[in-house]
């Protein structure tokens, strides 16, 4: 039986599903819509609609690595850094013109005896100001040139919630062994972040293989000032030091399989030995 082409059913050509205006003979190989060709995602088989495209990049896991830390995709933009630049600039700016600000926020240790403990981290928002001190401004221009310097390589090798946690620890282990030390005593500053910082550059260094002689150079040149000028606490410093050191070797020391757990004990394990000796020293000085 044949049939008369003549009176065959009239059948549309197939369109894009996403423009339906649009005449086309192609299908994404994934869910075999049919896709303009402004529609097509060239995939490593056939071609791709924008959906399933978008479906397959949330299914894949984001590289990180070594430390943990999230490898990013194309230019790294060290948001965290540049973040703790502007705020603590503009503090700075603020304690220029006002004195109750600056002493409300410093770290007094008989301030956190009565229960002020935000001047465990508040200190690292403060500098000396001009006409305080020895160092005036110098102070905060080197503090921010370090964190200008290192900070970007450590964010992008921890990860920005990893060296954030790492910098804000290290400025408050500073300040936990000045209330231990010298539990009358005030300082402000954001170098025992610097040192934390210090100190994980030069644990991560060790790690990766990568020469380490830049760092140590400035770590030794600046204990010696911190021990060799009057004025200085070097109970921030080392605080700070010993801090950053610890975590950053958690976080690089860590098995591959434990880091997202690691990245997330060890901060929390810092944070509450810092919180338990500040609290035994409150005790011992209230009770």
Known sequence: MTTDPRHAPE??????????????????????????????HDAAVGHQCPECVAEG??????????????????????????ALIGVTVAAYVVSLTSDAFF???????PGVAHGEWYRLVTPMLLHQ??????????????NMWALWVIGPPLEQ????????ALYVLSGIGGSVLLYLVEPGGAAVGASGGIFG??????????KTGAPAGGIVFLLVINLVITFAVPGISWQGHIGGLAVG??????????????????????PVAVAALLL????????????
């Open 11 to 40: 059948t549309s050509p197939p369109r894009c599903y996403r423009h339906p205006e649009r005449e086309t003979y192609v299908r994404c190989t994934r869910c075999d819509r049919h896709i303009c060709p402004d529609c097509m």
């Open 129 to 142: 100001r001009m006409g305080d001190g020895s160092f005036g401004i110098a102070h905060i221009l080197f």
């Open 103 to 109: 002493e409300a926020l410093l770290m007094w240790g």
């Open 276 to 287: 338990a000796a500040t609290a035994v020293q409150t005790v011992s000085l209230t009770g």
């Open 57 to 82: 990049n949330r299914s894949v896991r984001q590289p990180r690595g070594t430390m943990g830390g999230a490898v990013a995709r194309g230019s790294f933009t060290p948001v965290v850094t540049y």
């Open 245 to 266: 050191g610890l975590l950053a070797a958690a976080f690089a020391y860590a098995p591959r399989s434990a880091q997202r757990v690691v990245g997330i004990a060890a």
């Open 197 to 206: 910082l210090f100190a994980a550059f030069f644990v991560l260094s060790r």
């Open 157 to 164: 090798a921890l990860g920005r919630w990893r060296f954030l």
